[in-house]
């Protein structure tokens, strides 16, 4: 079965201080890879999607950066971060069954990010 | 055109009730309509999905109702109990070219069942 794992839990780091969020993928090839991020009370936004390793789009303009480096990993980082990069990321994943995309999407435990 | 309307922000259910959750959406091109249940602290869950090509899914006490002429659809939980106690949201997406579904979410609708 198909496992997907983020670290860490909880982070809290100083505005200014560089970020990096991993997310691995278990149990299954060639994912499609999201980052989410969830504002307290709100919804979820795309930040960044993944086809393939080294293939990254961008969703919204930020602070932000994604990277594929290899096919079951992907990771969030900044250089710099703003308090307002304060929120729950979430990593998920869906996966192509030969020509036909799975709808289905499925997220992981999170990282409760506070950006002091 | 990508947004998904959710509806009630909160809700409050007694025991053994129906909580109903409508969302609505712009996008004619949205194929695939999930719904995901997310506990305090987690990732959300799928739930149930429902395609446009049928108007209603049932799974347990979870039914989808779909309207495609409204661009409507909607959750319902049947005999609702505290442990169904969490937020919901509902999304929408296109499957692209390459395959790649982008989901588009409502705001989320926080339900609390009494006893």
């Known amino acids: 079965s198909q496992t997907i794992h983020q670290w860490p839990a909880t982070l809290v780091q100083p505005v200014g201080s560089p970020l990096s969020l991993e997310c691995t993928v278990e149990g299954t090839s060639n994912p499609n890879l999201y980052w989410y991020r969830q504002a307290a009370g709100r919804g979820l936004q795309l930040l960044f999607y993944?086809?393939?390793?080294?293939?990254i789009s961008s969703e919204v303009p930020q602070n932000l950066s994604a990277s594929r480096p290899q096919d079951r990993q992907f990771i969030l980082s900044s250089k710099k971060l703003l308090l307002s990069d304060s929120g729950f990321y979430l990593c998920?994943?869906?996966?192509?069954?030969?020509?036909?995309?799975?709808?289905?999407?499925?997220f992981g435990p999170g990282t409760r990010l506070t950006v002091t | 055109q990508q947004q998904v309307k959710q509806s009630p922000q909160s809700l409050i259910v007694q025991k053994g009730g129906i909580s109903i959750i409508n969302c609505a959406y712009e996008n004619t091109a949205f194929d695939y309509f999930p719904w995901y249940q997310q506990f305090p602290g987690k990732g959300p869950a799928l739930l149930i999905a429902?395609?446009?090509?049928?108007s209603e899914k049932k799974e347990g006490r979870f039914t989808i109702s779909f309207n495609k002429s409204a661009k409507q659809f909607s959750l319902h939980i049947m005999d609702s109990q505290p442990g169904d106690s969490a937020t919901y949201f509902c999304a929408a997406s296109k499957v692209s070219n390459f395959g790649n579904e982008k989901l588009t979410f409502g705001t989320g609708t926080r339900l609390t069942i009494i006893p």
């Open positions: 993944s086809v393939g390793i080294g293939q």
């Open positions: 998920a994943w869906s996966v192509l069954y030969g020509t036909e995309a799975s709808y289905e999407q499925y």
């Open positions: 429902i395609r446009p090509d049928v």
